[in-house]
């Protein structure tokens, strides 16, 4: 099953709840997902002591890219690890969502994004009678940073390659490319897991970072460079495949979905949200399209639309 256009924005049909550990912080969390109107977009409430903040779910909102990626203050109010879920949220194609959370982090769950599948799954998903629209890349945008890099390409779908370069012969050097819809990203990533080597568990620790990292919830690389966990992978390249996970969150924070293709080589949160940035700020580097149905609904093509001052992929 290839590319296919969504006329329509979506949003849940009915409430979801999932209730879960914060992976650095260690404590517990509650998060609601509650269906919203149109052109609401992704939204977080951080409901704590009886007030609520907003966040929106945008790459102007990040605040921090260092081993998650967070939108807030990091010295402030915030909301951490917010990739898997925003993935989720691309992945499957919902585009309006109110997302309270009683806690400063979204819970790590089993270190994958299975379980936001499967509660989506189980709300349901409901179109509402607005258009969709859709960040369209028109011309090549690239950021390099020593050996690494990313880029997005023009291209006729949504399309992720993602490469990954690590010394340990336990990760080596990992592709994984693919065009995205809601079924491949059920099959083949929503259940790779977020991983991380022994050595440098007491580092982190140290630092205030991973107090809920266990081997429930994180693939472990031992001091002998092998997978520790008792289950092993779950794809024979789940380590690239975790990393488009991470750039699907990572990108689903433009606002809008996008047609185009991503590509990147031993990137990560901070490449990631560098290059959306790149890209939202040449505004000759993409269009705002939505689809035009011709011939009673059999077909359908893409035109562009007229863009208001302020809107979601705005920076």
Same mark, same amino acid.
């Given at each position: ?9 979506? +949003? ?24 919203? &109107?149109?052109? +609401? ?11 609520? *903040? ?62 936001? @599948? ?13 258009? *969709? ?8 945008? *690239? ?6 890099? %990313? ?32 079924? #491949?990203?059920?099959? &083949? ?11 440098? @568990? ?23 460079? *092998?997978? #520790? ?14 990393? +488009?996970?991470? %750039? ?33 700020? &040449? ?7 939505? +689809? ?24």
């Amino acid at each position: 099953m290839g590319f296919v256009l969504q006329d329509y924005q979506t +949003t849940l049909k009915s409430r979801a709840t999932l209730t879960g550990t914060g992976v650095h912080s260690g404590k517990p969390v509650t998060v609601q997902f509650l269906p919203a &109107d149109a052109d +609401t977009g992704i939204l977080f409430q951080l409901t704590n002591g009886g007030e609520s *903040r907003e966040f929106r779910a945008l790459v102007s909102e990040v605040g921090a890219t260092d081993l998650c990626t967070m939108l807030g203050d990091p010295a402030g109010e915030h909301i951490g690890t917010v990739e898997h879920l925003m993935a989720t949220v691309f992945g499957l194609g919902l585009d309006n969502l109110i997302i309270e959370i009683d806690g400063p982090e979204v819970p790590i769950l089993d270190g994958s994004a299975i379980a936001f @599948v499967e509660a989506f799954d189980q709300a349901g998903v409901e179109t509402l009678p607005v258009k *969709r629209r859709y960040i369209r890349v028109v011309k090549p945008v *690239r950021i390099e940073n020593g050996a690494s890099w %990313a880029e997005f390409r023009p291209y006729d779908g949504t399309r992720f390659e993602i490469e990954i370069d690590f010394e340990s012969p336990a990760i080596g050097r990992q592709l994984f490319a693919s065009d995205i819809n809601a079924d #491949i990203f059920r099959r &083949d990533i929503a259940r790779a897991r977020t991983f991380g080597f022994m050595k440098d @568990v007491e580092r982190l620790w140290a630092a205030g970072y991973a107090l809920g990292s266990s081997l429930e919830n994180s693939l472990v690389i031992g001091d002998d460079n *092998r997978v #520790i966990n008792m289950g092993g992978l779950r794809y024979p390249n789940e380590f690239a495949r975790h990393k +488009t996970l991470d %750039a699907m969150g990572d990108l689903a924070l433009a606002g809008a979905r996008f047609i185009g293709c991503f590509r990147s080589y031993r990137g990560g949160h901070r490449m990631n949200a560098a290059a959306l940035r790149r890209l939202l700020s &040449d505004r000759s580097a993409f269009e705002i399209v939505e +689809t035009t149905r011709r011939e009673r609904g059999r077909s359908a093509e893409m035109s562009a639309v007229s863009a208001p001052v302020y809107a979601p992929w705005m920076i």
